[in-house]
């Protein structure tokens, strides 16, 4: 018998916070993009070098970009 040693990754549980507020919807991409908004100019500064570290984890990892995205086995 095989046993695996991963990580389960979820979503939000059921659009609650842990006290039953609501989460507010995501922003669409596409908006969050184009935005020149402080905010979403400082989130994309952020994102987008993490991001790219992100996927050049090795693949191999178990928390790498193509183990989360359930590329490889």
Do not use: C
Request: glycine residues 4%.
């Amino acid at each position: 018998m095989t046993t695996f040693d991963y990580y389960v990754i979820t979503g939000i549980d059921a659009g609650k916070k842990p006290d039953n507020a609501k989460i507010p919807s995501r922003m669409d991409v596409d908006v969050w993009y184009a935005s020149k908004e402080d905010i979403h100019v400082n989130q994309r500064a952020l994102f987008f070098p993490a991001f790219e570290k992100f996927q050049q984890a090795d693949p191999t990892s178990k928390l790498s970009y193509f183990q989360i995205a359930g590329k490889l086995s």
